[in-house]
């Protein structure tokens, strides 16, 4: 089967619940008159299936979420003409998976128990095992390896038989002790009732206070502390993203029924999330392994071609690593992580300078791209070293933290840039002219772009919901959910109708085509790029200095 065709139309980016709160309210957003002609493709991130945590990037399962979607919202979009891209997370499965699951309730006896990957196998002769039975790897084994957070990325979890296993956990992790009634404490242990309902308050105030069953000061009733320990780590719960053992046939029995469940979806580009940490190796770096990153993507897909699945591999690395190219030289499309920041850049030296370099090497070297502004995520940072002058990177960044974003940085590391959050209206000091110019710069820009659609309705930071989230919320502030009414009502506005305008320009001109020629010229404060083919030229000239354009056809 030949891999589906996606073109190089505009793409919208939203969650499912972005506007009004199911996608079906998205989709009578795009049947309305003035959405007709602008997006070709909707990336819909994961929340759209059924999940748990991280807005959608744990995943249970591959099945519609029932609570935001149904599989006619899917037939709606593809009756619009609008192909999708959807993700499929190579890397960790959610531990609410039925696979995880049957692994505690079941133990050595479950057909899934290596489905997972078993710390203490993994790394048998390579380390010392410890007094919290795990083992702690010798220092040449991971001196180099790369880690999402601060410790070794273990979850213990409990057998059927009491023995605590570690396993490999990157990601997030939350281990929940479940309160406790006097009746459970009467079934489990010899006690009196009197003595249940006593302990059993105080148990669940500690539980409560964030204390972990060994620090609980029973009192007077102390003789009973083993028994009640035990009895919380048997019945305790999880949350968190599990890593998967792609040596094991079961997982690759499981990617295999994903992506075709995904291309009965009509999905025609699969997003691999997190796949540069799948393959793991002792002694390896773990993330972005060589070999082994490039074997699993072939093996991905071979798979892929053959439900005529395109491929898009989303990793951030910095441009000095080039990884991107080394992707692209593979065949595969690869993320423009550099145009948000370089427009940013190139609006505050007020020259284009590094964006026409940066046009100019993807025309060039044939780099096939999915260009964006903002998105779920954050403005990113770390992708530019080696691009940007270093000083450049961190003036930028204050910046927009000036303008009220907020950095986020790798595993609490201060001194080790990541990303911005914050809107990218915000981020250009929430100037409806700079955001005008920015989107059409990336309309010219080599690519398929992808639209976020709190970028489209010009949205500000949203601190509220930043804080509503707690600790580590920071991309609340970019994820505003709107009303059907909001969204309507900024239809009207200028900002909004002068982007829908642009967007059905660069999705109906028929200059615009994989195969048209792009140039591109810089002289101080202007840079112009323009696409040319048989059917004639369009050219857009951007003044940095006057922070006006001009669009030509």
């Known amino acids: 089967m030949e891999k589906k065709k996606m073109g190089i139309g505009a793409m919208l980016n939203a969650y499912p619940d972005s506007v009004g709160g199911r996608l079906s ?11 007709k002609d602008v997006f070709r493709s909707f990336y819909i991130l994961p929340s759209v299936f059924n999940t748990d945590l991280d807005r959608g990037f744990s995943l249970i399962d591959y099945e519609i979420s029932e609570t935001l979607a149904d599989k006619k919202d899917i037939a709606d979009l593809h009756d619009l003409n609008i192909d999708l891209l959807m993700d499929f997370i190579l890397n960790h499965i959610s531990v609410l998976s039925y696979q995880f699951q049957d692994i505690i309730r079941n133990g050595d006896e479950s057909a899934y128990r290596d ?3 078993d710390w203490n196998k993994f790394w048998a002769g390579c380390g010392e095992m410890t007094e919290g039975g795990y083992i702690q790897p010798d220092e040449k084994y991971i001196k180099d390896m790369f880690f999402r957070k601060a410790g070794l990325p273990i979850l213990m979890v409990r057998f059927p038989d009491g023995r605590d296993i570690p396993y490999w956990n990157t990601f997030y992790q939350e281990v929940i002790y479940n309160p406790v009634t006097p009746l459970e404490l009467i079934r489990n242990m010899d006690m009196q009732y009197g003595t249940a309902v006593a ?15 060994e620090s609980i000061d029973l009192g007077t009733f102390d003789r009973y502390k083993d028994g009640i320990v ?6 305790r719960s999880y949350l968190g993203q599990m890593d998967l053992n792609i040596k094991s046939p079961l997982v690759w029995d499981y ?13 025609a580009i699969i997003r691999l999330d997190a796949f540069a940490y799948a393959p793991k190796e002792p002694g390896e770096r773990n993330f972005l392994n060589d070999p082994g990153t490039w074997e699993l993507l072939q093996k991905i897909d071979d798979i892929a071609s ?16 080039k990884t991107y190219h080394r992707l692209a030289e593979k065949g595969y499309m690869v993320y423009d992580f550099f145009l948000p920041g370089l427009i940013i850049d190139a609006f505050i030296r007020k020259n284009g300078v590094y964006l026409k370099q940066w046009a100019d090497e993807m025309v060039s070297d044939g780099i096939r791209t999915v260009n964006m502004l903002g998105c779920h995520d954050g403005i990113p940072l770390l992708d530019l070293k080696g691009l940007l002058p270093e000083e450049d990177i961190q003036n930028m960044i204050d910046v927009v933290v000036r303008r009220g974003g907020y950095v986020k940085d790798l595993h609490g590391a201060k001194n080790v840039y990541y990303q911005v959050n914050a809107t990218y209206f915000s981020a250009l000091g929430e100037s409806e002219k700079r955001l005008l110019m920015a989107r059409a710069i990336q309309l010219f820009m ?9 970028d489209l309705f010009a949205g500000k930071n949203d601190y509220e919901a930043m804080a509503k989230a707690g600790p580590g919320g920071h991309k609340e502030i970019n994820r505003s959910n709107l009303s059907t009414e909001e969204a309507e009502r900024l239809l009207n506005t200028d900002i909004v ?5 642009m967007l059905r320009f660069r999705n109906t001109c028929p200059v615009f085509t994989e195969d048209a020629e792009i140039t591109t010229e810089c002289n101080e404060t202007k840079m112009t790029i323009e696409w040319s083919n048989q059917y004639g030229k369009a050219k857009l000239t951007a003044d940095f200095e006057k922070e006006d354009y001009q669009i030509e056809y």
């Open 199 to 213: 302990l059993s308050r105080t148990v669940n105030d500690a539980l409560r206070a964030g204390q972990k069953p």
């Open 230 to 235: 035990s009895y919380l780590n048997a019945t």
């Open 115 to 117: 489905f997972f990957i």
């Open 497 to 501: 109708r002068k982007q829908l305008e």
């Open 446 to 454: 080599p690519g398929k772009p992808q639209v976020w659609y709190l």
């Open 306 to 321: 053959g439900y005529g699945l395109t491929l898009l591999p989303e990793i951030h690395a910095s441009y000095a690593e």
């Open 25 to 35: 309210d998205i989709v009578d957003l795009l049947k309305k008159p003035e959405m």
């Open 255 to 267: 990617y295999r029924d994903t992506l075709k469940k995904l291309s009965d979806y009509g999905v």
